[in-house]
């Protein structure tokens, strides 16, 4: 049989089909060196021996910006193959490869630490590489042969069901006093600390903390499943969106409970107390200055902007769902988007150095 008569046109097994398939993983290679280049330009910044020069302020934006713009390109390449009517299995691979470089943030905060605790010999920004690497080759590797699309058979709705009210459990117990909290960094250090020692009386008990995690972990395995099932079909790019933030968060969220639970609690000697300090990486000289810790900026930015964008996505499959008109379910969507692109701008702002005066 042909290549015309399998559906697939001649310039999609080409070479330059391929590198289209693996662009997102290859920008991901070069992830790691964002924030290194970002470090040296803001090091510069902050001598206080001598004036920075336009050149370094230029440089810190520009590769903080990459740092942005490399899981956007992943979320943009996942747009594009979900596009494909008819795929191939190694464009439909290459779609869900593009959807793990959207957590690229993440996925490398959590190595980092894994790397730090297991005292490896690789460094972890080579093993960053090789992650990508291994997944670059599967992608090419692929066949070109047709990708047999499943119907859109929803998932399971008692799942669905739980996964949203698990998420609004979340939301209600943890999650918003958890922003709160850090938004607080406005204001200073000290106004954290004093509001997080209340709350954490809360979701820090020896009751409601299990509970918490149980949950998250739930909302991590329902949200695993539920997207598989639905890559498993055609998806528009709403909710491509909607998936990659769960994919973002799926890795922030395991990430982040090796930090504190295991990495903080129980790996060091003695435990570090997971506070402003530890988050904003206090002792190493903040978010900024800290060679290692940079790359907290947009893990953490995006962290914020994805759990609170992923409800907005959530909000409009439901009221989309209700038989609410489309054109209202998008404009919450995005509203909420906003919103949170906005949150988490003010919560980085503080986590950086920021402060409004209030007096």
């Given at each position: ?23 997102a993983p290859l920008a991901a290679i070069a992830y790691p060196w964002t924030p290194r280049a970002f ?84 460094p972890d920004e080579w093993a960053f590489a090789l992650l990508w690497a291994l997944l670059i080759v ?189 054109r209202w379910a998008n404009r919450a969507m995005f509203g909420v988007a906003a919103a949170a692109a ?18």
């Amino acid at each position: 049989m042909t290549i015309e008569a399998q559906g697939i046109t001649p310039d999609r097994v080409g070479v330059s089909r391929k590198f289209t398939l693996i662009a997102a993983p290859l920008a991901a290679i070069a992830y790691p060196w964002t924030p290194r280049a970002f470090n040296i330009a803001a090091a510069e910044i902050v001598e206080p021996s001598r004036p920075a020069h336009l050149i370094f302020w230029l440089g810190a934006a520009l590769f903080l910006a990459l740092a942005f713009a490399i899981p956007l390109i992943g979320l943009l390449a996942s747009f594009r193959l979900a596009r494909v009517t008819a795929p191939t299995v190694a464009e439909r691979r290459a779609e869900l490869v593009a959807l793990l470089v959207v957590a690229a943030p993440a996925i490398y905060t959590s190595l980092g630490v894994v790397d730090f605790m297991t005292n490896s010999p690789l460094p972890d920004e080579w093993a960053f590489a090789l992650l990508w690497a291994l997944l670059i080759v599967a992608v090419v590797a692929s066949p070109d042969r047709p990708y047999p699309l499943a119907s859109a058979a929803a998932a399971p709705a008692t799942l669905r069901v739980a996964h949203g009210v698990a998420a609004i459990a979340i939301l209600a117990v943890f999650l918003g006093f958890h922003l709160v909290n850090h938004l607080t960094g406005l204001i200073g250090p000290d106004a954290h600390r004093s509001l997080m020692k209340s709350v954490h009386a809360i979701y820090g008990s020896a009751l409601v903390e299990p509970l918490l995690v149980a949950a998250l972990l739930f909302q991590v395995a329902s949200g695993s499943f539920l997207a598989s099932r639905h890559l498993r079909a055609s998806a528009d790019p709403f909710r491509i969106f909607q998936i990659a933030a769960g994919v973002y968060l799926a890795f922030f969220i395991l990430g982040h409970m090796n930090s504190v639970f295991i990495y903080a609690r129980s790996w060091s000697d003695p435990p570090i107390v997971t506070d402003w300090s530890f988050a904003t990486s206090e002792a190493w000289g903040g978010l900024i200055e800290s060679g290692w810790s940079n790359r907290l900026i947009p893990h953490y930015a995006l962290g914020v902007f994805f759990v609170v964008a992923h409800m907005g996505a959530g909000l409009r499959m439901a009221m989309i769902g209700h038989n609410l008109p489309e054109r209202w379910a998008n404009r919450a969507m995005f509203g909420v988007a906003a919103a949170a692109a906005l949150l988490a701008l003010a919560i980085m702002l503080g986590m950086c150095g920021l402060r409004l005066d209030l007096v």
